[in-house]
T-cell receptor, first 114, second 115 residues
Framework: AQKVTQAQTEISVVEKEDVTLDCVYE???????LFWYKQPPSGELVFLIR??????QNEISGRYSWNFQKSTSSFNFTITASQVVDSAVYFC???????????FGQGTRLTINP | DSGVTQTPKHLITATGQRVTLRCSPR?????VYWYQQSLDQGLQFLIQ???????AKGNILERFSAQQFPDLHSELNLSSLELGDSALYFC??????????????FGEGSWLTVV
């Protein structure tokens, strides 16, 4: 079975601070895909990134960066120089062979205070 | 804008009633997924269709049903509604199936409130 754990339920930081959201996953499959989604207060789920299990290269997109480590089954997300607009619930998700669906973590509510 | 369109955005209905949620996938996407997001259960997978055929079923209640039409739009029917069915219902779509690694794009959701 697949499982995603986001141990941080809520994080609150002051604007311009860096913040890292943790994601730990479980799967027995060798081929799988990891995702991050953002859910702002308006409710929609916004796709941020997809990573496959064969590509452990870290990725940077502007202020966002992702660190994928198979050795620790983690796919952490860092926001550098956070802004108030980054306030949202962030979900990590896993899609593995044999599962025609995304398995989501419980989400981390991130609040950026001015 | 993800390209996935859901209607209605908000819906308030009484217990025992039936509602239909509608979803138009992104242009070219063959897979449609339905998810339910509630405060206590988080994001739960309900059902997936691929090119009109049901491909996977999750925690979908028997009172709920879905279908995908030849034009690839999908409907989620919720009947005999209970207070606990109040949730945000998401439709999502992808070009292929989830296990082939396609990115799954979500709509803005339909907020259902059962009173």
């Amino acid at each position: 079975a697949q499982k995603v754990t986001q141990a941080q339920t809520e994080i609150s930081v002051v604007e311009k601070e860096d913040v890292t959201l943790d994601c730990v996953y479980e799967t027995r499959d060798t081929t799988y895909y990891l995702f991050w989604y953002k859910q702002p207060p308006s409710g929609e789920l916004v796709f941020l990134i997809r990573r496959n299990s064969f590509d452990e290269q870290n990725e940077i997109s502007g202020r966002y960066s992702w660190n994928f480590q198979k050795s620790t089954s983690s796919f952490n997300f860092t926001i550098t120089a956070s802004q108030v607009v980054d306030s949202a619930v962030y979900f990590c998700a896993l899609s593995a062979k044999g599962a025609q669906k995304l398995v989501f973590g419980q989400g981390t509510r991130l609040t950026i205070n001015p | 804008d993800s390209g996935v369109t859901q209607t209605p955005k908000h819906l308030i209905t009484a217990t025992g009633q039936r509602v239909t949620l509608r979803c138009s996938p992104r242009s070219g996407d063959l897979s449609v997924y339905w998810y339910q997001q509630s405060l206590d259960q988080g994001l739960q997978f309900l059902i997936q269709y691929y090119n009109g055929e049901e491909r996977a079923k999750g925690n979908i209640l028997e009172r709920f049903s879905a279908q995908q039409f030849p034009d690839l739009h999908s409907e989620l029917n919720l009947s005999s509604l209970e207070l606990g069915d109040s949730a945000l219902y998401f439709c999502a779509s992808s070009a292929g199936t989830a296990l082939s690694g396609n990115t799954i794009y979500f709509g803005e959701g339909s907020w259902l409130t059962v009173v």
